[in-house]
């Protein structure tokens, strides 16, 4: 079974009366980082643009946000008005499954976009959490809309960033459809693998930022379950695991796995 692992693709749905995050708004004019100077301007929204529209993009970036681990940027049901870039640290979505309880539904890194899920409805349909201290830059969508269609180049990415998400999540129906535990780990692993060394980090030991509770709840699988497949990875030599740690030791035989059909 060929399955492509994504280059690009993490606290429970709280409701309204829960007390506003702990986030921080910087003020842009006073935090000296521009799409120029940042060091994510290839995999972000400003990936090939000019100057001139990197200078764009930059006016409309009018606030970011600083969170703490188990800050809420966004939560499910208040209305869409921004895209949010992650300058640095990551975050899980979370949405409600059909029985009612809370899913993680994407884990999300360095240079990519979050907060796609409201463009269509004008709400989002998750919430998003940091899993550690985690800076955004904010993107009003209407203006971003607008900057899209007065640069060809702006509405090229916008475009990719959008279709990578609906990617993203047709590879998760298939691997929570077809494939089975072990599988669905390998793919996980890999597809980690492969983005941390887009990030120009070690694509062969990284750190979990997601609980093995969060990798289950995203793969489908119990706790048990994921814990056994990691223990089982681990006696046969393919991974190395120490607390959060995870070394890849055998990639070749853990992309094996995912190709199986068994």
């Known amino acids: 079974m060929q399955v492509a692992v994504m280059l690009q693709t993490a606290r429970p749905c709280q409701d ?11 003020d842009v004019k006073r935090v000296q980082v521009t799409c120029q100077t940042c ?12 100057a ?13 946000i600083r ?6 940027l966004f939560r499910t049901g208040i209305p869409f008005t921004s895209l949010y870039a992650i300058r640095s640290g990551s975050c899980k979505t979370v949405s409600l499954s059909e029985n009612g309880h809370d899913q993680v539904a994407g884990y999300h890194m360095p240079g990519e976009i979050i907060g796609t899920d409201g463009v269509g409805t004008d709400a989002h349909a998750c919430q998003a959490v940091a899993l550690e201290d985690t800076e955004v830059c904010v ?3 209407e203006r971003l809309a607008a900057l899209s269609r007065q640069n060809r180049q702006v509405q090229h990415n916008l475009h990719r960033l959008l279709s990578r998400e609906i990617a993203r999540e047709r590879v998760l129906m298939l691997l929570l459809g ?3 535990a072990e599988q669905r780990l390998a793919v996980f692993l890999l597809d980690l693998s492969q983005r941390y060394q887009v990030l120009g980090y070690s694509s062969c030991e990284f750190v979990l930022r997601m609980t093995r509770e969060e990798i289950g709840s995203y793969l489908g699988l119990t706790l048990e379950t994921v814990s056994r497949v990691f223990s089982r ?10 607390g959060r740690v ?4 055998d990639r070749a035989s853990v992309k094996r796995l995912v190709d199986s059909s068994d």
């Open 39 to 50: 060091k994510l301007q290839n995999l972000c929204l400003s990936e090939g643009l000019d």
């Open 139 to 141: 993107l009003p969508f």
């Open 233 to 242: 990875f681990q006696r046969e030599g393919l991974v190395q695991v120490q």
């Open 178 to 180: 077809t494939m089975h």
């Open 67 to 72: 969170l703490r681990k188990g800050d809420t």
């Open 52 to 64: 001139e529209a990197k200078s764009h993009i930059d006016e409309l970036v009018t606030a970011r």
């Open 16 to 26: 309204f009366a829960t007390p506003q995050p702990r986030t921080v708004l910087l």
């Open 246 to 249: 995870v070394k890849l030791l």
